[in-house]
């Protein structure tokens, strides 16, 4: 019985966690997917520039989402804003995937 219920316990574990990740998951590919589109002319692909001056995102400091959502939508620099062409969900994602490194 003790083996059953310790199966049991962990199957639902694992898939809770797995449900727990999906939506970061989801997140990732729409951040992915919006910087390709958006972002990817200035910042490069995978977030990797060909020796230009723009900000190297993979450098943007952890934990520091409201700086980012901030310099998307107001702009920074020569970077324009974004306000007008991504929701707040769409640059949570583009956050996701740029603190994923390009992963």
């Known amino acids: 019985m003790l083996k059953i219920c310790s199966a ?3 199957a639902f574990i694992a898939s809770s966690a797995f449900s727990q990740d999906s939506p970061d998951r989801d997140l990732l590919a729409m951040g992915k ?3 390709s589109q958006t ?3 200035c910042h490069g692909f995978n977030m990797v520039t060909s020796g230009t001056n723009v900000f190297d995102l993979r450098k943007f400091p952890l934990g520091e989402y409201d700086r ?6 107001e702009g920074k620099g020569l970077m324009p804003s ?3 062409n991504l929701t707040d969900e769409q ?3 583009l956050w996701v995937y740029v603190s994923s490194r390009g992963q």
């Open 8 to 10: 049991v316990l962990g």
């Open 33 to 35: 997917d919006k910087y």
């Open 39 to 41: 972002c990817r002319v």
């Open 68 to 73: 980012f959502f901030q310099s998307v939508t």
């Open 82 to 84: 974004f306000k007008n």
């Open 91 to 93: 640059i949570k994602a």
